[in-house]
């Protein structure tokens, strides 16, 4: 229980009132139709769950002369969850068989099942039952909260965790905040911290406690409500370093309001001088909404603040943004630095990096360091992809370059399979404009080889200048196998 399960479409139980505020948003479950790799037995267990009444299940079942070990019946239940009459008349058959041997798993997978389907009267007879057997754990509740909150029944999530201890189960912090991140999952983070401030005059909160609050925040985009669930959490616990998730999710809220970068830098800075830091979430979520905006400075002083101030290690990811950063305002001096700069913090530049790269460099028009690029990427295998090789073509040709033009097209022949035909025909009629051709003439030959089609506008232009070469022959041997092929 307890970890999110596979969902597939299915009927839906009745649904709510419609006139309340908002309509639950429905479970899906899995289905043994899409699982691969399923044993036959059950498949077969779980079509039989699929397609009888449940009156006829046990019977249909004694008739396969199946036996069941605990680890089959598990995996039944968890692809019969939209089935539940007859997944419970299963679980009841195989209980016979396992001489009421089953797992604590299944258990909960019982309950689980019943509670998403809105079953809830079974659900807490199974729960019940449970308890008889000394079955109870925090994961059974888990499911319970989370069955509830699913559909707009807070108050009942609620209940349940007053009444845990009557089953067995300590209502402590652990608890409290398995309760508090089924209510925040669903987008009521409001409904969770008017509970908390309650319950923390019974339960005193942790660090968890905070950050799934926060993190609730951060999922529904509420900038104020996320600054006054962190100011609770320093006066109700204070700084704790260990606390990453905590500080992830409310910066990486913050960075999304009006002026959030700023807002961001000033909490790292009282986050540093208190020995705490985000984590590699909130860098990635801060950059990538830098990115979004076109953000250089913010992500300059964000790099500075994370890098240089707090000792961040980035990863290839971060760099990567930054270099596309760069890249998209124009300035691949920089970006060119800072894939440079990898290599001195152990990370290596992979083909995204060298690509982004690329492709602005031949965009503005820097062939020299274009060049210098293409060969280092080639070097390190880090292979540019086929748009910017064709782009490269293109204007390394117009450029007058045309034998860096025959490089990046003989790496082009070499390392992809197809739409090589626009390329080609666009470099052997630049070589020929260029009065190169035995080129024009070298490279045709070989396009017709690797049967690339060279196009009847191409043929015709190589016509026209052999002939002022007085070289037709030389064209009539190239008609020949162009014909051929």
């Known amino acids: 229980m307890g970890k999110k399960r596979p969902h597939h479409h299915h009927s839906p139980p009745p649904q709510p009132d419609p006139k309340k505020k908002s309509t639950p948003k429905l479970p899906v479950f899995a289905s043994y139709l899409d699982a691969p790799g399923l044993l036959p037995k059950v498949k077969l267990l779980c079509e039989i769950i699929a397609t009888t009444p449940s009156s006829s299940v046990e019977t249909l079942l004694d008739d396969t002369g199946l036996r069941v070990s605990r680890e089959d019946v598990e995996n039944v239940l968890k692809l019969s969850y939209a089935f539940p009459g007859p997944a419970v008349k299963f679980f009841r058959w195989a209980g016979h068989q396992l001489h009421h041997q089953l797992s604590p798993y299944s258990w909960n997978l019982v309950v689980d099942m019943l509670g998403k389907n809105a079953l809830f009267d079974a659900m807490w007879d199974a729960v019940k039952s449970m308890r008889r057997e000394g079955l109870i754990s925090l994961a059974t509740f888990a499911s319970i909260f989370s069955s509830y909150v699913i559909y707009d029944r807070v108050k009942e999530a609620i209940m349940t965790f007053k009444v845990m201890e009557q089953y067995g189960c300590p209502k402590d912090v652990v608890a409290l905040n398995s309760l508090l991140s089924a209510i ?128 961040f290690r980035p990863d290839s990811r971060m760099y990567n943004s930054m270099i596309a950063l760069y890249c998209y305002t124009n300035n691949t001096d920089s970006a060119k630095k800072m894939l440079d700069d990898m290599v001195l913090y152990g990370v290596f530049p992979d083909a995204k990096s ?42 390394f040709v117009d450029n007058g370059d045309p034998y860096v033009a025959i490089k990046v097209w003989k790496f082009m022949i070499e390392n992809f399979d197809s739409d090589l035909e626009e390329t080609g025909n666009f470099l052997v009629v630049g070589l020929r404009d260029l009065n190169m051709l035995p080129e024009t003439v070298k490279y045709a030959e070989a396009m017709i080889e690797r049967r690339i089609k060279l196009s009847s506008s191409s043929m015709s232009k190589l016509k026209q200048s052999l002939a002022k070469e007085r070289k037709e022959f030389v064209y009539e041997e190239l008609l020949t196998k162009w014909k051929a092929h």
Not at 364 to 372: F, I, S, V
Not at 377 to 395: H, I, L, S, T
């Open 184 to 311: 925040c999952r669903e987008g009521k983070t409001s409904e969770a911290v008017e509970f908390l401030r309650v319950a923390k005059n019974e339960i005193r909160p942790d660090v968890d406690t905070y950050a799934i609050l926060l993190e609730g925040w951060e999922n529904e985009g509420n900038v104020i409500c996320s600054r006054e669930t962190f100011m609770d959490m320093v006066v109700e616990i204070g700084w704790d370093p260990g606390n990453v998730p905590a500080y992830d999710s409310f910066l990486s809220t913050l960075v999304k309001g009006p002026d959030g970068m700023i807002e961001a830098l000033k909490y790292l800075e009282t986050m540093k001088e208190r020995k705490c830091s985000p984590g590699v979430k909130f860098f990635n979520v801060a950059l990538e909404d830098c990115l979004k905006n076109s953000d250089v400075r913010g992500a300059r002083l964000l790099w500075e603040a994370m890098v240089v101030k707090m000792g």
């Open 354 to 395: 060298y690509n982004t790269l690329f492709q602005f460099l031949i965009k503005n028009r820097k062939l020299k360091e274009a060049l210098a690029v293409f060969i280092e990427m080639v070097k390190n295998e880090c292979f540019p992809n086929q748009a910017n090789c064709a782009a490269a073509v293109r204007v």
